[in-house]
């Protein structure tokens, strides 16, 4: 397919037929604003490419400023270049409600991740200025800047700029790929490193968050729903974990006499992938990066170093889980005379979302007709650092087949559209909260 000729919109549109309504959300706007944002770092097979602090993320920013100003918010960028658009609402004083996601992209990832979250919160203003609603609170829409962290192997710096999260001194280390530091590479797009320490807001300034994300998983696909509310936010916790035996000959050790390094590990791969199961429906753990040493085709494993990646929506549980697969490694090693250490090398802690902003959400949902399905995050999203401070909530898109991260990615613009009248709802049931 020739990337130049390929349109967005004539896909979106095809299946779309559900144009009339009376809220205002125009799908065909968002059809076009989707549309738009999908050329700028278009690759040749129809992806994007927006790095953070790259000139397009740039320039996609840019353009969505000039969306925002039509929806009469007034924008401002902070010292991190997040984007805030505000509207003042009857009453400025009060904390506002913030929605957004960010515009940057993986290398070679699709249109809807961040796009989609950033283009639903602001066509919620849109349609409110389109139909004369003036909310009670202060509504702010949100670009974060480099949300993926393709370009610094990191991400979500955008964010924790916001949340005074920052790690200056580990930015300050960071090079990219073509051997450019932090510091020169922000200095494109005009920051600077004193602007981020600056970017720290004072968050009574903000009510709540929420973000709308495609689901980059099957689950509403298999329920057969547009949207569904997420229930937690799992924290990945990485444990290093090392299986000592005996390196040998693989001709002339006889098998009883074996202290197989692999042999140990692998045992316990296969008991890693079971024991979530053992626990709840959210849980989750993966060995997905093991090494083994000498690695040689003739030489029985002395030594397996591998990680295991253990998420869950709840600290308890999560750590029930940990302990689980850590007497499973000691069982292991006691059976088969190989030793088992392990190590935690990174730990985020779960983000709940509270029950109350899951119950309006449900309630949003339901008198859109649709049935109310929870569901977990894995992925942390901008949500993951504003929801340390402040209640935040998220609102995820079917994805079809799953796929995110890649050209394909695609949800249908009739379950963006549900999405955002949901999304609308909640924001204006939430005028009343206290
Ligand atoms: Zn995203």
Known sequence: MDSKKWKMKDALMREFNQEKSDSGVSGKRLAERLDTLSMIGRTSDNGSKRPGFSLLEYEAKRTVIKWMKEADLSVRQDGAGNIIGRLEGEQSSLPAIMSGSHVDTVPNGGHFDGTLGVLSALEVAQAWKDTGYLPKKPYEVVIFTDEEGSRFNGGLTGSEALTGDSNIDDLLSKVDNEGRTFKEVIADVSLTVEGFTQAKRDLNEIETYIEVHIEQGKRLENEDLPCGIVNGIAGPYWMKVTFKGLAGHAGNTPMNDRRDALVAASAFIQRVSELPRTINTTSVATVGNIEVKPNGTNVIPGEVILYVDIRDIESESRQELISKIISCGENISQQSDVSFEYKCV??????????????????ATKEEGIRPYFLPSGAGHDAMILGRYMPVALLFVRSRDGISHNP???????????????????IEKMQELQ
């Open 408 to 426: 394909d990615e695609w949800s249908d613009l009739s379950d963006c559209v549900q999405t955002v009248q949901v999304l609308k709802r909640y």
């Open 346 to 363: 990174h730990n985020s802690l779960p983000v709940p979302i509270p029950s109350a902003l899951q119950e309006k959400l449900a309630e």
